[in-house]
Nanobody, 124 residues
Framework: QVQLVESGGGLVQAGGSLRLSCAAS????????MGWFRQAPGKEREFVSV????????YYLDSVKGRFTISRDNAKNTVYLQMNSLKTDDTAVYYC?????????????????WGQGTQVTVSS
């Protein structure tokens, strides 16, 4: 079992930045795809970004490309999401997730472990 705990969310003005962290425990995540997803009120959970096992490949939702950066530190069993130039549309609960398969996916239904989420609110 893997436990994931997100942190770093909060309230920020449009144009500002936040850095989310996802700390894993219980098992090493070094062999897992790790992803960030978000869910806004009344909307389905959506893919934001995914990183492969060694950090060499990253994937992003089109609307966050150039603004968000996903990274990982396998020695610390932690994944990060640096969010810059935040927009009000980025307001959501952000979730960290782990996928044990060796095959890439950005479908949240394909992820095996989830954190509890951290709220990100961007004000205008």
């Amino acid at each position: 079992q893997v436990q994931l705990v997100e942190s770093g969310g909060g309230l920020v003005q449009a144009g500002g930045s936040l850095r989310l962290s996802c700390a894993a425990s219980g098992r090493s995540i070094s062999n897992y795809y790790m992803g960030w997803f978000r869910q806004a009120p009344g909307k389905e959970r959506e893919f934001v970004s995914v990183i492969n096992r060694n950090g060499g490949s990253t994937y992003y939702l089109d609307s966050v490309k150039g603004r968000f950066t996903i990274s990982r530190d396998n020695a610390k069993n932690t994944v990060y999401l640096q969010m810059n130039s935040l927009k009000t549309d980025d307001t959501a609960v952000y979730y960290c997730a782990a996928r044990t398969s060796i095959v890439y996916s950005n479908n949240p239904g394909r992820y095996d472990y989830w954190g509890q989420g951290t709220q990100v609110t961007v004000s205008s």
